[in-house]
């Protein structure tokens, strides 16, 4: 019974140390990415992923937009007005353009690093 014991220890110790946190690599959620900067310009979706506004190099890409994935609601964005419309980019799925007003903005899925 003590060797089941700590064969299950030892594998719930390794499971644990390989799952990501802030900063450790793998996606944010919301709270992380307001704890490095509670300023950002972020886009939280229905299933959880988080982008954020900002990086110069998703700017100089030569993007377009793909499928419609959503619309922007109440308490989903920090910047972006209610019916801003979220694509995703074909070149690169991990960046959304956000339309609205005859605007672009571009989003980018925030990673720990």
């Not at 609205?100 to 903005?105: E, P």
Request: aromatic share 6%; proline share 4%.
């Amino acid at each position: 019974m003590k060797v089941i014991f700590k064969m299950m220890l030892a594998a719930l110790c390794l499971l644990s140390a390989c799952s990501p946190g802030a900063g450790e690599g793998g996606r944010l959620n919301l709270k992380q990415v307001l704890t490095m900067n509670p300023d950002a310009d972020y886009v939280e979706l229905e299933n959880g992923e988080v982008y954020t506004h900002g990086a110069d190099w998703v700017n100089e890409k030569n993007l377009t937009k793909g499928k419609q994935i959503a619309e922007i609601e109440k308490g989903m964005a920090s910047d972006l007005p209610v019916g801003t419309i979220l694509y995703v980019s074909k070149e690169i799925p991990a960046i959304l353009l956000a339309e609205y007003d005859g605007k672009t903005k571009r989003y980018q899925l925030a990673m720990g690093e």
